[in-house]
Structure formats: C-alpha cells, structure tokens
C-alpha cells in the first residue's frame, strides 16, 4: 500500500481535519490510580487484546500507575455512561464516539476534557478522522478506527454453492436465493443491536445517489425531508428480509451470536463492519473458516449513480478524558500513550485487527491476512465514503428512534413510508 493511499482516500470523508502528537508520558513516583470504562468486554482477542497489551505495557513501564478496567459490550456500556454521566463518578479514561447522536450532548454537558490539538502533530492521523470528535475548534476525543462496512464471505461455502461475488445487487439477491436453495443462512444479521440494519439502508442509499450521500443525508436529518431514494433504499432491507435473506429471529440475534452464525459455517455471509478482521486470526474460529473469509462492500444498484467504490466508512469510536477527573492529567499522559504511532496503530495491524484511524502504511510487512489486504485495497480504491451515517446525525433520541423502527420496518410491522414519516417528526 502506498503511504499516502489511505490518507488521501480519507480526506474525502468530512471536512478538513486536524491532526495531533504527543510526547511519551513521564509520571511522577507517587501512586496513582486511572479507572478506565471501556466498551471492549473481550480481552484476549480483537480490539480488547490491543487496549489490554497497551494498559499491560503502560504500567510496566509506569510501576507507580495502576489501572483500573471495567468493560461491558456496547448496549450496556452507554447505558451505563449514562448513569455515569447523571452523577460524579464518571471514569478518568472513556470510550466516546466521534458521532453527534452521542458526542454533542456529552460535550454540551461539559463531560469531557479539552486534548491538546498541537500535541498530536506527530501521530499521522489520517486527515478528517479527528473531525466528529472536535467542536468549534476544540479537541475532546481520539479516535481509534476506520470503519467501513461490508459483507463476510466463506468462499469455500460459496463454492459449494456454485456463486461468484456480486457485482449488483441483484445478483446479491440470486446469490441468496441459490444459497437458501443448498440449506445455508444466506446473511447472518445482528439485529438486537439494531444499529447494521439502518447502515444497511444508508449503505444501499450511498449507492444510489453516490458521492452526495453524506451532504444530502445531513440535509435530510435537519430538514425531515427524505426523497425516494431512501424509500427505495428502505423498500430493499425490507425485501431482503422478507425473502428470508438473513436468519430467522435476526430482530433477536444479538452480536456475538450473529457472528457465530458465521464463524460456524451456518452462514454464507456476515454483514459487519471492518472492526472484525481480527476473526482472519482468531484462533478460536475452525481454521478451515478462518482461511475461507474474505469480505466484499455493498454491490452497486441498477439505475443507481453510485459506484462500487462509493462506500460506507466512518471514524466512530475513540477515546476521551472525563473533565472532572480527580488524575486528570496522568489519565491524559496514558491516551497519548495508547496512540503513539507505535502503539495502537501498529499492534492493531500486526494483529490483523482492524484499520486504525492514523496512517498505519509504515506498517505493513507483506504477511498480511486476505481480510486485512482486502479492507486496504477496498478504501485505497474508495472515490467516496459515506461519513457519519444517518442513524448517528441527529440527537441521542433520534438515533434510538431510528434504529428501534429499523427493526420494526425490517420485519414488516411498518412501511418505509411510516419509517421516514416517524424521522421526519424528530428534526
């Protein structure tokens, strides 16, 4: 991969952005105790593996700093910041992400401590990616990822089935149908936590309208107006539903299971983000599964003006420093820490784990999994990518009303007409 590739390909994503560095932390000798609260509940592998070896690291380099984790998956971890941030608590190190549906209250709510901007000049970040975690010029989050969602694949299931990777999405739709024909679960679906199915929306409207998706989504969020593309956009996850294209119960499948669907062979394809190509190196996955996944973006729509390299990619989750923290400033040195080039950059990639948010190009060591080759050539290719999708644009309301209908609209109990007209009466 070219160095410059995945910055360039980035800079697409918002506006201009602004990047960061630091200096290695020096702590004094006293004690000190940073209580972190993270949303990466698996500790031995993916993204928890790489937070615990930093944390690890840390203190032994630091013996006078202890740490302190509590981890709980997404659904229970904002839950709880919630109650968290209604009393005095809160922990010194957070997860946050980089979204209005939950930064601009936390920010408003004068949550989160002011980050140097001019100590990141160092970092790499790759350009915009800092953008969702910044208001009116100030720094109050890192983030940690480049997200971009898309479709697992088991190509020795596909085999067998006699399909080749789509190209359109109607041959996605003949690919389910003829994979539903040899007794496999075409897509596997994590509905519990709802947010993948309004992605999936918003991943076949970027396809439909192309590289307007991020300006004319923005637009229909504060105006409550949405166009027939995203009737169009919706009428297809409800026809993908109903054609039994994901799992049976998908609106009760909670994450890991859907992901066990597929590392199980029961499921010939896992709609999900990037985040997961660490299951290329886990371990505990069938090593006959492990070399078999391979991963491809939402195909393009007839009649559509977007492209196959229009896709849906984001800067999500980070991390940020609570403003009343007792260790404000050690609890600051230990983020900086955490994202010096070297460290989670790096470890995240020479794990296989996920495509960080800095420019992680020097490295690369030419034994990289499919997965993680693949993800690379798919957003080096990118000619557009969807930003912040919409079930994050608007208020914290908005995103919980958005995706609670998704999964009313996706299992027919509402018309995509009743699920925009709901939207529309939030702006």
Avoid at 28 to 53: H, W, Y
Avoid at 59 to 67: F, G, L, Q, S
Avoid at 220 to 227: P, Q
Wanted: glycine residues 8%.
């Amino acid at each position: 991969m070219k160095k410059r590739g995945l910055a360039t390909v980035m800079a697409v994503m918002m506006a201009v952005g602004m990047t960061t560095g630091a200096t290695a932390p020096v702590l004094a000798d006293e004690e000190v105790t940073i209580q972190v609260f993270s949303n990466l509940p698996d500790r031995t592998s993916g993204q928890g593996l790489i937070e615990q070896m930093l944390f690890d690291k840390y203190m032994e380099e630091n013996p006078n700093v202890k740490i302190e984790i509590e981890a709980l998956d997404d659904a229970s971890y904002k839950t709880k910041f919630k109650a968290y941030a209604s009393g005095s608590d809160m922990p010194d190190l957070v997860n946050i992400w980089g979204q209005p549906s939950f930064l601009s209250e936390v920010i408003e709510a004068g949550l989160l401590a002011e980050l140097n901007m001019d100590d990141y000049a160092d970092y790499h970040f790759i350009e915009g990616s800092l953008d969702g975690f910044s208001r009116d010029g100030k720094l109050y989050g890192l983030a940690r990822n480049t997200d971009v969602m898309g479709f697992y694949y088991n190509k020795a299931i596909f085999e067998e089935c006699g399909v080749e990777v789509p190209t359109t999405y109607d041959e996605l739709v003949e690919a389910v149908n003829t994979i539903k024909e040899k007794g496999y679960i075409p897509i596997s679906m994590d509905g519990t936590d709802k947010y993948p199915l309004t992605i999936y929306i918003q991943d076949i409207y970027q396809k439909l309208v192309g590289a307007d998706n991020y300006a004319n989504s923005t637009a229909a969020v504060e105006s409550g107006e949405y166009g027939e593309e995203w009737l169009k956009a919706a009428q297809m996850l409800v026809d993908m539903a109903s054609a039994g294209g994901f799992q049976a119960g998908f609106e009760t499948t909670d994450y890991g299971t859907a992901k066990n669907l597929f590392t199980n062979s029961q499921c010939a394809m896992y709609y999900m983000g990037s985040w997961e190509m660490s299951m290329a190196t886990n371990e505990e996955i069938p090593e006959d599964v492990r070399n078999n996944i391979s991963v491809f973006t939402m195909p393009v729509v007839d009649g559509g003006a977007g492209a196959a390299t229009d896709i849906c990619a984001w800067n999500g989750g980070g991390y940020a420093i609570t403003e009343k923290s007792d260790v404000k400033e050690e609890a600051i040195k230990l983020l900086n820490y955490m994202f010096e080039p070297e460290n989670w950059s790096k470890l995240c990639w020479e794990n296989g784990v996920c495509m960080s948010a800095q420019n992680f190009g020097d490295y690369l060591t030419g034994e990289e999994t499919e997965l993680q080759n693949k993800w690379v050539e798919i957003v080096n290719n990118a000619t557009s990518l969807s930003g912040v999708t919409i079930n994050d644009l608007g208020s914290s309301e908005f995103k919980t009303v958005s995706e609670d209908t998704s999964v009313e609209l996706a299992i027919g109990s509402i018309t995509p007409e009743d699920y925009f007209n709901t939207l529309s009466g939030l702006r």
